[in-house]
């Protein structure tokens, strides 16, 4: 039987769709198997940055030197992006865009039909021109979906709903790379979560591209607080976590259901960019920084103990001295919990790219240490105002001998003092703060499993 290896890049989206590729994959006879043994090497590609372009070629270079008789597919959305840069590649076999992602399985079943393991061959690492497979990402409409599990934890499985995105902002290259949204019918999702409550998950995290667009692509349009309902009404799993969702898609029936139901979890990630409205108008962004500040003042209002995090961008072309200052004290003055500050990366065929005014390396890596500062100052916080307080939290697979590691509803890492079964909802006394977390005690009378020393 043939292995295959897999390596995703990049968002919670990517995960999934290598989640997907891994049941394709396993259709076709294939067992996943560590790369240094593999006969195929899946590399599931990011392109939001150049620093994305340049960790796939510097993996792609990597498998080729350690495991030269592999051969490799790279497919996601670098490879959608630019196809031919990738196959002058050594070692590439395939590349695969996100048009032809859903047929990866047919792609290498049809080369491993009457496939002899690489270790039979010996290390033949002749180099044959490879297979491209891309073509127009808005032609393609089918949504690959399949619950994914950190590697790490395994106990928070992460499931797309969502696809692709509609909006056009200025810097941003993705909908060219994943196309038009599309959504996940509500009956396969239920079936989705349905096999995890099945196999013991509290807890599943929902993603998307563009989340808070789910179900507009219907014949009969719907909207996200409509899957929250159905999938609440119609599953008794424990626990549910959205990812991002933008900020014009948090309506007051989003915001409500969310802070009434205790099987939906206190977080909410709220793209921001800046806090400057030229800025915002110059990405194309479809809210103006007042719009934001109202949303961010309604979801702490309704959820007082809620995490609120951010993306944030600097450097964006053009972001000036006194437009940068304009953004910072309005992300100084808003209650963020937690911020994601990126520096403005330049992405091929994006109006962006294309204006003049680029700011200097050196003065966007000075503003995002701004921002990282203050995003630091609000963690802490946000962190030391539970001391003392009971939290909620799951147990993550993770322990060493005096402490199990946890994620609090309200999204804060919790080291709990003890080693406990993972996968598990308890209510834990916070004692102290870490320096990325919290640390905090079984409340009495909350009896999880306690596992049993290692020996």
Same mark, same amino acid.
């Given at each position: 039987?043939?292995?295959?290896?897999?390596?995703?890049?990049?968002?919670?989206?990517?995960?999934?769709?290598?989640?997907?590729?891994?049941?394709?994959?396993?259709?076709?006879?294939?067992?996943?198997?560590?790369?240094?043994?593999?006969?195929?090497?899946?590399?599931?590609?990011?392109?939001?940055?150049?620093?994305?372009?340049?960790?796939?070629?510097?993996?792609? =270079?990597?498998?080729? !030197?350690?495991? @030269?008789?592999?051969?490799? #597919?790279?497919?996601?959305?670098?490879?959608? /992006? +630019?196809?031919?840069?990738?196959?002058?590649?050594?070692?590439?076999a395939w590349v695969v865009g996100n048009s032809h992602k859903n047929q990866i399985g047919n792609i290498v079943g049809e080369t491993y039909s009457n496939f002899v393991p690489v270790s039979l061959l010996g290390q033949d690492t002749r180099q044959l021109s490879p297979e491209i497979y891309a073509s127009d990402i808005f032609a393609h409409t089918e949504l690959l979906a399949a619950?994914?599990?950190?590697?790490?934890?395994?106990?928070?499985?992460?499931?797309?709903?969502?696809?692709?995105?509609?909006?056009?902002?200025?810097?941003?290259?993705?909908?060219?790379? =994943?196309?038009?949204? !599309?959504?996940? @019918?509500?009956?396969?999702? #239920?079936?989705?979560?349905?096999?995890?409550? /099945? +196999?013991?998950?509290?807890?599943?995290?929902?993603?998307?591209?563009?989340?808070?667009?789910?179900?507009?692509?219907?014949?009969?349009?719907?909207?996200?607080?409509?899957?929250?309902?159905?999938?609440?009404?119609?599953?008794?799993?424990?626990?549910?976590?959205?990812?991002?969702?933008?900020?014009?898609?948090?309506?007051?029936?989003?915001?409500?259901?969310?802070?009434?139901?205790?099987?939906?979890?206190?977080?909410?990630?709220?793209?921001?960019?800046?806090?400057?409205?030229?800025?915002?108008?110059?990405?194309?962004?479809?809210?103006?920084?007042w719009h934001y500040a109202e949303k961010i003042e309604r979801v702490r209002a309704a959820m007082p103990t809620a995490a609120i995090g951010a993306d944030v961008m600097v450097g964006f072309p053009g972001e000036t001295k006194e437009q940068f200052e304009e953004s910072r004290k309005f992300i100084e003055e808003l209650p963020f919990s937690y911020l994601h500050v990126f520096t403005?990366?330049?992405?091929?065929?994006?109006?962006?790219?294309?204006?003049?005014?680029?700011?200097?390396?050196?003065?966007?890596?000075?503003?995002?240490?701004?921002?990282?500062?203050?995003?630091?100052?609000?963690?802490?916080?946000?962190?030391?105002?539970?001391?003392?307080?009971?939290?909620?939290?799951?147990?993550?697979?993770?322990?060493?001998?005096?402490?199990?590691?946890?994620?609090?509803?309200?999204?804060?890492?919790?080291?709990?003092?003890?080693?406990?079964?993972?996968?598990?909802?308890?209510?834990?006394?916070?004692?102290?703060?870490?320096?990325?977390?919290?640390?905090?005690?079984?409340?009495?009378?909350?009896?999880?499993?306690?596992?049993?020393?290692?020996?």
């Open positions: 039987m043939s292995g295959y290896y897999i390596e995703n890049f990049g968002c919670r989206a990517a995960q999934a769709d290598g989640a997907a590729i891994e049941r394709q994959l396993a259709g076709q006879g294939m067992r996943r198997v560590v790369m240094q043994e593999a006969d195929v090497v899946v590399l599931n590609t990011c392109t939001v940055t150049s620093a994305a372009d340049q960790d796939a070629r510097a993996a792609i =270079r990597k498998v080729h !030197r350690e495991r @030269p008789a592999a051969k490799i #597919l790279v497919t996601g959305c670098y490879a959608q /992006r +630019a196809p031919d840069e990738i196959a002058r590649l050594e070692g590439v619950p994914v599990f950190d590697s790490i934890e395994r106990t928070r499985p992460n499931l797309k709903v969502q696809d692709g995105c509609d909006n056009r902002c200025s810097f941003c290259v993705i909908p060219f790379v =994943r196309g038009q949204s !599309r959504s996940l @019918p509500l009956d396969s999702v #239920l079936r989705e979560i349905e096999e995890l409550e /099945r +196999a013991g998950y509290k807890e599943v995290v929902v993603s998307g591209i563009n989340l808070g667009r789910w179900g507009r692509d219907f014949a009969h349009p719907r909207h996200f607080v409509d899957l929250l309902h159905e999938v609440l009404r119609r599953s008794s799993m424990e626990k549910l976590r959205l990812s991002s969702i933008e900020p014009m898609d948090w309506s007051d029936e989003l915001i409500g259901l969310m802070a009434s139901s205790p099987r939906i979890a206190k977080h909410a990630h709220i793209p921001l960019q800046s806090g400057s409205d030229r800025i915002l108008r110059a990405m194309h962004r479809k809210y103006r920084p403005y990366s330049p992405r091929p065929g994006t109006p962006a790219a294309a204006v003049p005014a680029q700011v200097p390396i050196a003065v966007s890596r000075d503003r995002n240490r701004m921002l990282r500062a203050i995003s630091a100052a609000k963690n802490l916080a946000f962190r030391s105002s539970f001391m003392g307080h009971t939290l909620q939290a799951i147990t993550l697979s993770r322990a060493d001998a005096d402490k199990t590691d946890a994620l609090s509803d309200n999204y804060l890492k919790v080291e709990i003092d003890g080693q406990w079964e993972p996968n598990r909802w308890m209510r834990v006394h916070v004692q102290s703060a870490t320096e990325q977390g919290l640390r905090a005690a079984i409340e009495s009378g909350d009896t999880p499993k306690l596992l049993a020393p290692e020996r």
